[in-house]
């Protein structure tokens, strides 16, 4: 059984953050990283991860995560050029950069045009891969496909705002857009088992599938697809270097954890 690339989304929101996370990702055996130029232009609001509450009917505390807050900054305020020097020279590991808009819940505070020029830069820094959302204007999505040429391998991402539809139309949708990269990430939100059943099943589904798919969810449920990743043949898996319990109910999962869970359920 092949096992799929494990990608480590880098945490941070500054160069030096991030860089220092490749490290950490290069030394538990990642095979590649993501850099998310979007969180350049943001500024994180340090919070207390773990809060005790109590409510009035219950005696008893029990912890609460409240997610950082981040905080949009001007598009002057990153050097984009020194800075993909920077991840260019500083990271070991091949590169996936995406620059995620608002609509599919990144953080870059700019509009569009200012956006397809961050990714024009990023595929002309030589990246090995790049990230390109699937509802990019179909022109300007051709030109950034078409100067990725064969040197810059395309992830074709779809980050859905909604829980999954049926499992037919949703492999429909994967059906559609095969042309367009060379992984396929379809994201959706998920709200515990009935959700992950879903993608579970179209990722069972589609696992001979002539398509190279990265099939997941945000919430919970949505990391049974990236535990089981290898017996639904998915070509790549989204983990983190954060630790935590909060982790699970966002559907995403530690890569160490990760590679732990493969080597008991024998997957490699």
């Not at 990236?226 to 530690?254: C, K």
Request: glycine fraction near 6%.
């Amino acid at each position: 059984m092949s096992l799929p690339l494990i990608c480590v989304t880098l945490t941070g929101c500054t160069v030096d953050e991030m860089v220092k996370d490749a490290a950490r990702a290069t030394a538990v055996g990642a095979d590649i990283v993501e850099v998310r130029l979007d969180k350049l232009w943001v500024i994180e609001q340090e919070k207390k991860p773990d809060e005790d509450i109590k409510s009035d009917n219950d005696d008893n505390k029990k912890s609460v995560y409240i997610p950082p807050e981040f905080i949009p900054q001007s598009i002057d305020s990153v050097d984009l050029d020194s800075s993909l020097v920077s991840f260019r020279t500083g990271i070991e590991l091949p590169v996936i950069l995406t620059c995620r808009p608002e609509r599919q819940g990144g953080y870059f505070p700019g509009d569009e045009k200012e956006r397809i020029n961050v990714l024009t830069k990023a595929i002309k820094s030589g990246v090995s891969w790049i990230d390109l959302e699937l509802d990019i204007d179909p022109k300007q999505r051709e030109k950034l496909v078409k100067l990725a040429g064969e040197n810059t391998k395309i992830i074709s991402s779809n980050h859905f705002d909604r829980l999954p539809s049926s499992p037919d139309e949703i492999i429909d949708e994967i059906n559609e857009f095969s042309e367009m990269g060379d992984i396929i990430k379809i994201v959706y939100n998920t709200d515990g088992k009935k959700d992950a059943l879903k993608l579970f099943d179209v990722a069972w589904r589609t696992k001979n599938s002539e398509n190279k798919l990265a099939i997941m969810g945000i919430g919970a449920g949505g990391d049974w697809t990236r535990i089981h990743a290898p017996l639904l043949n998915q070509s790549i898996v989204y983990t983190t270097m954060e630790n935590g319990w909060y982790l699970a109910q966002q559907g995403r999962i530690n890569t160490s954890d990760l590679k732990t869970a493969w080597k008991l359920l024998e997957y490699n």
